[in-house]
């Protein structure tokens, strides 16, 4: 079963426009969420992580919401770009990533369109 | 530095051969992951390891898969016999020090078992 749940497999969006990314979690345990970004033909890339401590993390374009009631992040580009377009993944971990395992949702692809 | 570099980066081989996989990961950092991406099953840990000793391999699908780090800026991945439905794509990454979460992930090896 998954336990980490991205249930929008593609998104599109206009450039200049908010890109909002949605993550489901169902283990109660996840205290540490992230976001990586995947280009083709690469590797996924880090983007934004956010600790159960917080309910929202910013970095630059990028912000992270956390409501940990309905086990529910999401990922708000803006404004978003050609640029963004990719495939992006949510992951989870337990007690604060210290166990090293990330568990990852199957992802989003994002398309933003000049 | 040149990030985590995995080799070769397409391997198309036959059913019931050796499949040895290669990963370097980024100097300095002590834990090393290997993942599998499947449409089916989206990205999932494989095994990780942590100053060359293996932490967790639960997530090696079967005796068929296995994994050595025998230094620092080594590992292997090999998988005997391969079978068709091994066909995916392979990633490699690694992580300094107890910040196990934020990954650096090398471009991935495409496996195709014919």
């Known amino acids: 079963d998954q336990q980490v749940k991205q249930n929008s497999p593609s998104l599109s969006v206009q450039e200049g426009r908010i890109s909002i990314l949605n993550c489901d979690y169902t283990n109660s345990m996840f205290d540490y969420f992230l976001w990586y970004k995947k280009y083709p033909a690469e590797g996924p890339t880090f983007l934004i992580s956010?600790?159960?401590?917080?309910d929202k993390n910013e970095d630059g374009r990028f912000t992270v919401f956390l409501n940990k009631s309905a086990k529910h992040l999401s990922l708000h580009i803006v404004p978003s770009q050609p640029g963004d377009s990719a495939v992006y993944f949510c992951a989870a971990s337990a007690y604060g990533g210290s166990q090293g395992n990330l568990i990852f949702g199957k992802g989003t692809k994002l398309s933003v369109k000049p | 530095d040149a990030g985590v570099i995995q080799s070769p980066r397409h391997e198309v081989t036959e059913m019931g051969q050796e499949v040895t996989l290669r990963c370097k990961p980024i100097s300095g950092h002590n834990s090393l992951f290997w993942y599998r991406q499947t449409m089916m099953r989206g990205l999932e840990l494989l095994i990780y390891f942590n100053n060359n000793v293996p932490i967790d391999d639960s997530g090696m699908p079967e005796d068929r898969f296995s994994a050595k780090m025998p230094n620092a800026s080594f590992s292997t991945l090999k998988i005997q016999p391969s079978e068709p439905r091994d066909s995916a794509v392979y990633f490699c990454?690694?992580?300094?020090?107890?910040?196990?979460?934020?990954?650096?992930f090398g471009p991935g090896t495409r496996l195709t078992v014919l």
């Open positions: 956010i600790s159960s401590i917080k």
């Open positions: 990454a690694s992580s300094i020090g107890q910040v196990y979460n934020e990954q650096f």
